[in-house]
T-cell receptor, first 114, second 114 residues
Framework: AQSVTQLDSQVPVFEEAPVELRCNYS??????LFWYVQYPNQGLQLLLK??????LVKGINGFEAEFNKSQTSFHLRKPSVHISDTAEYFC????????????FGAGTILRVKS | ETGVTQTPRHLVMGMTNKKSLKCEQH?????MYWYKQSAKKPLELMFV???????ENNSVPSRFSPECPNSSHLFLHLHTLQPEDSALYLC?????????????FGPGTRLTVT
């Protein structure tokens, strides 16, 4: 069975500073990896996904993530954050043979301070 | 209306009440999902429907009863709930039931069971 661990429940950071949100997964088979963002009072929105190919994945709003198979990690990064990036971020994994079933991490709240 | 809509946005119900949550997607998708988002816990997949047929029931108690009359609408009927059922219930849809297709989420229904 797959599982996802988001190592930080909250990450405070100043505006224009870089940020990394950490995600580790466990799975016995090939995986597909996702990052979603949830703004207050809204549903989840896909930021980026890794299905295959290049291990560096670029997403919306200037975010990127790197798939590291040996470390079983899929950390999310942004070189310079804005106040509007304040939200909760979820890492998710799906194993291919389970169709579209996503297993989510507990989430990381990113708080951007001015 | 665009995307995925959910009504009501907020619901307070007693343990003996019967209520229903409604989800509608305006995207022409074929797969629909119910998720439960509890405080401090990862998002939990509850049910999956593909072309109106239920393909996944993630060991959800029978006090939750889903209904999918067509590919655009999904309901979650609630009866004799427990206080621990208080949570944000999210609906999502995707073009097809495969991991390569992005899931689009609605804003959720915040349910409080008293």
């Amino acid at each position: 069975a797959q599982s996802v661990t988001q190592l930080d429940s909250q990450v405070p950071v100043f505006e224009e500073a870089p940020v990394e949100l950490r995600c580790n997964y466990s799975s016995s088979v090939s995986v597909y990896l996702f990052w979603y963002v949830q703004y207050p009072n809204q549903g989840l929105q896909l930021l980026l996904k890794y299905l295959s190919g290049s291990t560096l994945v670029k997403g919306i709003n200037g975010f990127e993530a790197e798939f590291n198979k040996s470390q079983t990690s899929f950390h999310l990064r942004k070189p310079s954050v804005h106040i509007s990036d304040t939200a909760e971020y979820f890492c998710a994994v799906s194993a291919g043979e389970y169709g579209n079933k996503l297993v989510f991490g507990a989430g990381t709240i990113l708080r951007v301070k001015s | 209306e665009t995307g995925v809509t959910q009504t009501p946005r907020h619901l307070v119900m007693g343990m003996t009440n019967k209520k229903s949550l409604k989800c509608e997607q305006h995207l022409g998708h074929n797969a629909m999902y119910w998720y439960k988002q509890s405080a401090k816990k990862p998002l939990e997949l509850m049910f999956v429907y593909n072309f109106k047929e239920q393909t996944e029931n993630n060991s959800v108690p029978s006090r939750f009863s889903p209904e999918c009359p067509n590919s655009s609408h999904l309901f979650l009927h609630l009866h004799t709930l427990q206080p621990e059922d208080s949570a944000l219930y999210l609906c999502a849809s995707s073009q097809e039931l495969a991991v390569t297709y992005e899931q689009y989420f609605g804003p959720g229904t915040r349910l409080t069971v008293t």
